[in-house]
């Protein structure tokens, strides 16, 4: 079945760090770019950030630029959001998404990781 | 960036009935425009793409329209599983943006 599983959600405090995993199955992964997309809870979508099929570009919205890094493990089909100094306004669902290039819309979506950034 | 904007951001309507979403772009983005439904509790799901084209396996009473600053998503005959949020998304800049969303609810 082709799909996507993001892991690594929870509680942390503020100024703390989380990373997020994003295993693909079902299809060829290192063909595509994917992206990371969260939702607030009871707000709209927000698209945070993606990564290139090799690796080799990766491109942020301006309000996590610094603070979070993205990452792509080929051989094990995943993807990784390392989140650094989080900040309560990060606290979402995050999901990832397959980024089809060239029209650059997301085709395939994981059900999500919910990320709470409280004290 | 660019800013997407939805109207309504909200409408009741009834099983049978010809929906109309529209989402307007801050600038120009050609027809790089794409459609999403979500339900609650679930992650989005892709309708449209570029424009018009119907993602596959998508229902063909969904469809889009526009171009450049002004898009239109038409449900032709609204059925009980449509009742959801739906969102544009711009794809022309390397940061996408989304419109606010629209929810689509019972009459």
């Known amino acids: 079945e082709v799909q996507l599983a993001e892991s690594g959600g929870g509680l942390v405090q503020p100024g703390g760090s989380l990373r997020l995993s994003c295993a693909a199955s079902g299809f060829t992964f290192s063909n595509y770019w994917i992206s990371w997309v969260r939702q607030a809870p009871g707000k709209g979508l927000e698209w945070v950030a993606n990564?290139?099929?090799?690796?080799?570009?990766?491109y942020f919205v301006d309000s996590v630029k610094g603070r979070f890094t993205l990452s792509r493990d080929n051989p094990k089909n995943s993807v990784y959001l390392q989140m650094d100094s989080l900040r309560a306004e990060d606290t979402a669902v995050y999901y990832c998404?397959?980024?089809?290039?060239?029209?650059?819309?997301?085709?395939?979506w994981g059900r999500g990781t919910l990320v709470t950034v409280s004290s | 960036d660019i800013q997407m904007t939805q109207s309504p951001s909200s409408l009741s309507a009834s099983v049978g009935d010809r929906v109309t979403i529209t989402c307007r772009a801050s600038?120009?983005?050609?027809?790089?425009l794409n459609w999403y439904q979500q339900k609650p509790g679930k992650a989005p799901m892709l309708l449209i793409y570029a424009a018009s084209r119907l993602q596959s396996g998508v229902p063909s009473r969904f469809s889009g329209s526009g171009s450049g600053t002004d898009f239109t998503l038409t449900i032709s005959s609204l059925q009980p599983e449509d009742f959801a949020m739906y969102f544009c998304?711009?794809?022309?800049?390397?940061?996408?943006?989304f419109g606010q969303g629209t929810k689509v609810d019972i009459k």
């Open positions: 990564i290139k099929h090799d690796g080799s570009e990766k």
């Open positions: 998304q711009q794809s022309y800049s390397t940061v996408r943006t």
């Open positions: 600038q120009s983005i050609y027809s790089n």
């Open positions: 998404a397959r980024d089809m290039w060239p029209n650059w819309y997301f085709d395939l």
